[in-house]
T-cell receptor
Framework: NAGVTQTPKFQVLKTGQSMTLQCAQDMNHNSMYWYRQDPGMGLRLIYYSASEGTTDKGEVPNGYNVSRLNKREFSLRLESAAPSQTSVYFC?????????????FGPGTRLTVT | DAKTTQPNSMESNEEEPVHLPCNHSTISGTDYIHWYRQLPSQGPEYVIHGLTSNVNNRMASLAIAEDRKSSTLILHRATLRDAAVYYCILRDWGNGGSQGNLIFGKGTKLSVKP
């Protein structure tokens, strides 16, 4: 049981390049989330998917798109990377979007945009 | 969203109890109090949550004030591995969509001295 896995662990992009961050969970969770964390700050929600087939914007969605490929996988795409998107990106999952189930986080992807 | 207030940092000695405070004076009746922690270079991990009564689990205890406007996370015997940023988060369990999401603040950075 690997929990939440993220690829890649590190990435350096040039301004304007695109990339997709991958996230997968093997806990059969309904809900999945993408957060970003800037230095010295707490996490901010980018997008979430309460269940397979649905996605919704979080606090900071601009510049990102997401795809809930199936129940296991939730990807985050940067179409045209900007230096302001330099951050650590965390994916998380939980059994349901409501209620009080805890969220389980992946190890993060450290992205630098030059 | 209801907000929480935590000290920026705290220090503790190894093997001593640690009391991490959190103020949430605007808490609503449907807000649960969640605690997460983030070890260096890792994703956050769930610690504990509660509504009105004090709660205990293998990691920690949560003491909730009678008026629910404050709470305290208690680590009974701090170890070096407990050095982390601790986040106190209010989560509205009663509604679907974004209200069930976690809103992270800056948290309390706990240092543990040997």
């Amino acid at each position: 049981n690997a929990g939440v896995t993220q690829t890649p662990k590190f990435q350096v992009l040039k301004t304007g390049q695109s990339m997709t961050l991958q996230c997968a969970q093997d806990m059969n969770h309904n809900s999945m989330y993408w957060y970003r964390q800037d230095p010295g700050m707490g996490l901010r929600l980018i997008y979430y998917s309460a269940s397979e087939g649905t996605t919704d914007k979080g606090e900071v969605p601009n510049g990102y798109n997401v795809s809930r490929l199936n129940k296991r996988e939730f990807s985050l795409r940067l179409e045209s990377a900007a230096p302001s998107q330099t951050s650590v990106y965390f994916c998380a999952s939980s059994p349901t979007g409501t209620g009080n189930y805890e969220q389980y986080f992946g190890p993060g992807t450290r992205l630098t945009v030059t | 969203d209801a907000k929480t207030t935590q000290p920026n940092s705290m220090e503790s000695n190894e093997e001593e109890p640690v009391h991490l405070p959190c103020n949430h004076s605007t808490i609503s009746g449907t807000d649960y109090i969640h605690w997460y922690r983030q070890l260096p270079s890792q994703g956050p991990e769930y610690v504990i949550h509660g509504l009105t009564s004090n709660v205990n689990n293998r990691m920690a205890s949560l003491a909730i004030a009678e008026d629910r406007k404050s709470s305290t996370l208690i680590l009974h015997r701090a170890t070096l591995r407990d050095a982390a940023v601790y986040y106190c988060i209010l989560r509205d369990w009663g509604n679907g969509g974004s209200q069930g999401n976690l809103i992270f603040g800056k948290g309390t950075k706990l240092s543990v001295k040997p």
